[in-house]
């Protein structure tokens, strides 16, 4: 049984910076793209970061490249999520995904991921 289980998401100020991790079990993680997508309250669910299951490419959504930085531990089965100059409009609950072996081409894509975690919730205050 495959478990993503997000944690370090929390209420910061705009400025700050919050670190999130994703702690995977149940299946073999170094075969697996991971991703962090984001949803704010009644919008849809939109791509943030992923990063490849070897860790040597990552890909960022314009709206955080600069500011976010994702990487991972194989041999902790997870990966983690910095996140730094945070503003308000970053405000959502944050999901964690793992997609076997993706193309390169749909790493941003939501239906290329298997698995999914239940979500943390990031606030910042302006």
């Known amino acids: 049984q495959v478990q993503l289980v997000e944690s370090g998401g929390g209420l910061v100020q705009a400025g700050g910076s919050l670190r999130l991790s994703c702690a995977a079990s149940?299946?073999?993680?170094?075969?697996?793209?991971m991703g962090w997508f984001r949803q704010a309250p009644g919008e849809g669910r939109e791509f943030v970061v992923a990063?490849?299951?070897?860790?040597?490419?990552?890909y960022y959504a314009d709206s955080v490249k600069g500011r976010f930085t994702i990487s991972r531990d194989n041999a902790k089965n997870t990966v983690y999520l910095q996140m730094n100059s945070l503003k308000p409009e970053d405000t959502a609950v944050y999901y964690c995904?793992?997609?076997?072996?993706?193309?390169?081409?749909?790493?941003?894509?939501?239906?290329?991921?298997?698995?999914w975690g239940q979500g943390t919730q990031v606030t910042v205050s302006s």
């Open positions: 995904a793992a997609a076997y072996k993706p193309s390169r081409g749909s790493y941003r894509i939501i239906r290329t991921y298997d698995y």
């Open positions: 149940g299946l073999t993680f170094s075969s697996y793209a």
């Open positions: 990063i490849s299951w070897s860790g040597g490419i990552a």
